[in-house]
Nanobody
Framework: QLQLRESGGGSVQPGESLRLSCTAS????????MGWYRQAPGKQRELVAFVTSGGTANYAETVKGRFTISRDNAKNTVFLQMNSLRPEDTAVYYC?????????WGQGTQVTVSS
């Protein structure tokens, strides 16, 4: 069974940067989807960025040009580089892996952007 753990969250001022990491423990086979979601208080969880097995990166319109998703397959890790952070980016960020054995979520990491 796969287990995911996020790290890299924190509290920053607008315009600053953070890099989130999500590392999977356990054996991974035929990864179909690796993505980042976020959920702000009182709001639904939304998809921020993802990469499929083909390697194509996709982003929500609100983060295009500011966020970059990348992966290190050898380390079973996916990253989210977040630049030019805005207060609207404040949320709990979750990673998700979809592979042949199942659908897996991390516990989330808090990102707070305030002046």
């Amino acid at each position: 069974q796969l287990q995911l753990r996020e790290s890299g969250g924190g509290s920053v001022q607008p315009g600053e940067s953070l890099r989130l990491s999500c590392t999977a423990s356990g054996s991974i086979f035929s990864v179909r989807f690796m993505g980042w979601y976020r959920q702000a208080p009182g709001k639904q969880r939304e998809l921020v960025a993802f990469v499929t097995s083909g390697g194509t990166a996709n982003y929500a319109e609100t983060v295009k040009g500011r966020f970059t998703i990348s992966r290190d397959n050898a380390k079973n890790t996916v990253f989210l580089q977040m630049n030019s952070l805005r207060p609207e980016d404040t949320a709990v960020y979750y990673c998700r892996f979809l592979e042949r054995a199942g659908n897996y979520w991390g516990q989330g990491t808090q990102v707070t952007v305030s002046s």
